[in-house]
């Protein structure tokens, strides 16, 4: 089990590379598994609170999720 510390870690660079490759959190994860041959399974695991969001708004708008309400900024 990932401690809090390497799920925050883990997220920051995926959160980092996904800014600057021009990437979404999506194509950045799976990128990052093929070039470290890190198990996609494996990586859900490193997944912190504030990914896991960012990764849900990006399926939404992709519409591989069913949209949900969301409040305006």
Do not use: G
């Not at 959160?15 to 198990?39: G, P, R």
């Amino acid at each position: 089990m990932p401690t809090s510390a390497e799920k925050d870690d883990f997220s920051e660079t995926i959160l980092e590379l996904a800014v600057l490759t021009e990437q979404t959190c999506i194509e950045t994860v799976c990128m990052y598994c093929e070039d470290t041959n890190l198990e996609p399974e494996v990586a859900a695991s490193l997944v912190n609170e504030v990914l896991k969001a960012r990764i849900r708004s990006e399926a939404m708008d992709l519409n591989y999720l069913e949209k949900a309400s969301k409040l305006p900024l």
